[in-house]
């Protein structure tokens, strides 16, 4: 029989120890040197015969047990197997879990690198104001919730997660949606989960009180020290923001802490010029207090003096090398480390995600606009074109399903020889409507930075695995 290596990933740790990631289970398998030669052996894509490689082999009875092992795991498939069939979409309607709320449409801020506001925006818009209405009433919030509570199917727990423009400039509405949430989620016998990601220039002593009472997951968009946030993020004349939030982000820190809230995370957008990774992070979190730190690349914008071209790449990989040290040592001793790139990764890989979209976005997830429209997630809403209902006639099934069939990893001809398909799933569906105007193509101009990136995630997972296995089981709960 000819037998073949299915797609997978080789890698190993400084001390000698093999793995493989195999594509089709997202299983990560650990190889002795038996076994490792039977995953090179069998690597050629036109595969070889089982038979007259046993016969051989010195060893032939402890290498045919290898071998089965190894075709038993999925690792080692016959070359003539017919292909699985294409993956079906999970049985729709699919239960709803997060809801993006667009508060509002416009911010205090002005950053130049702004998806909703900036060059890349998506809705036909006009300019700050957007194209609804700026604000979420009331009312439209409250329906949003029972939207929400309707949809949810038999799940036990729901979020709902506040953004904007500037998110909290319709605090009103947050405080209502919250309040009515509480409400209905004791009538529907579901917990309800919040968050919100908010610019930090309104975080007053009566919102920051609000928030952490309700424990919110709160994120803060901040680049950095006074240099790096007053690059780019600055309000209407140009002045830099970092004086303002400075002082609104300490007392947040102290409020959560001393209420016992939820990981306080910190989001980086990266452009072209900015300090290194591990500079950024020891700052947001050492001087600022921050939990966690998400690093968010700016890839998306052709042409943008900002954006990260190939070079950039190169060297955020080694940034992010850099800091996956510092995670590794954290881990070793069993700390948590709060590089949220890194952690997202390695709890993908620990619990062997293997996505058939890249997100939740018009799955588990959707945007609410300010009128209430839904789009596939919050970058989408008031995007006529991927408008999927409203919160008071419901999703559109039909234009729901037709999408997420199409947008459907196995439909991405490029990812299909690809080792991070589990994860990447071709990509952000808005990067891709931005970059090829099509949100179902695979976002093929990230793919080595992509790849470097499980790269990266595979060996630190190695590392960690082989010195501190203890460490994997925070991420088996959730
Ligand atoms: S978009 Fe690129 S990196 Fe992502 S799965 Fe497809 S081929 Fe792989
Ligand atoms: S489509 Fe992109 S922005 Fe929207 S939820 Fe998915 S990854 Fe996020």
Redesign the pocket.
């Known amino acids: 029989m000819h037998l073949r290596t299915v797609l997978h990933r080789r890698f190993r740790t400084e001390t000698g120890h093999e793995f493989v990631y195999v594509a089709s289970s997202a299983a990560i398998l650990g190889l002795d040197p038996l076994a490792s030669s039977i995953v090179d052996a069998f690597a050629e894509p036109a595969g070889r015969d089982a038979e007259a490689w046993l016969a051989d082999h010195p060893e032939r009875a402890d290498a045919e047990t290898a071998l089965h092992d190894l075709t038993d795991l999925g690792v080692i498939r016959p070359t003539d197997e017919a292909q699985a069939p294409r993956a079906q979409l999970p049985p729709m309607p699919f239960p709803i879990s997060t809801l993006v709320l667009n508060v509002t449409n416009k911010c205090n801020l002005s950053c130049t690198y702004c998806y909703e506001y900036g060059d890349d925006r998506l809705t036909a818009g006009k300019g700050s104001e957007g194209t609804g209405k700026a604000r979420m009433s009331d009312d439209t919030a409250r329906q949003s919730i029972d939207f929400l509570l309707r949809n949810a199917g038999d799940r036990p727990q729901v979020s709902i997660t506040f953004f904007g423009g500037e998110t909290l400039l319709n605090f009103p509405a947050i405080r209502a949606a919250v309040l009515y949430a509480e409400e209905r989620g004791a009538v529907h016998r579901k917990r309800v989960h919040y968050s919100l990601t908010t610019n930090a220039t309104l975080l007053t002593d009566e919102v920051v009180d609000f928030l952490t009472t309700h424990r919110f997951g709160i994120t803060v968009s901040i680049d950095g020290d006074a240099s790096q946030q007053d690059r780019h993020r600055t309000f209407r004349g140009g002045s830099g923001s970092f004086a303002t939030i400075a002082p609104r982000i300490q007392h947040l820190v102290a409020q959560n802490k001393a209420k016992k809230g939820r990981a306080l995370g910190a989001r980086v957008t990266l452009t072209a010029g900015a300090a290194p990774v591990r500079e950024t992070y020891d700052f947001l979190t050492k001087e600022l207090g921050f939990d966690e730190v998400g690093f968010a690349p700016v890839t998306a914008g052709l042409g943008r003096t900002y954006a990260l071209g190939e070079q950039g790449y190169e060297k955020l990989l080694r940034e992010f090398g850099e800091l996956a040290e510092d995670y590794v040592a954290a881990a070793v001793s069993g700390q948590s480390h709060g590089f949220a790139n890194l952690g997202d990764l390695l709890r993908e890989l620990h619990q062997g995600i293997n996505k058939a979209h890249p997100c939740g976005a018009g799955l588990g997830l959707l945007g609410v606009s300010t009128e209430g429209e839904l789009g596939l997630c919050h970058r989408f809403v008031e995007s006529k074109s991927h408008a999927v209902g409203d919160v008071t006639n419901g999703i559109d099934e039909g234009v729901r399903t037709a999408f997420l069939t199409k947008a459907h990893?196995d439909q991405?001809t490029?990812?299909t020889q690809?080792f991070?398909?589990p994860l990447?799933?071709?990509?952000c569906y808005h990067e891709a409507h931005v970059r090829y105007g099509d949100a179902t193509r695979?976002?093929?101009h990230y793919?080595e930075w992509?790849?470097g990136f499980v790269d990266l995630g595979l060996s630190t997972y190695a590392r960690i695995l082989t010195q501190n296995p203890k460490f994997f089981a925070r991420f088996e709960s959730s």
Request: hydrophobic content about 35%.
């Open positions: 990893v991405k490029d990812c690809c991070a398909r990447c799933a071709g990509g695979a976002n093929l793919c992509i790849r």
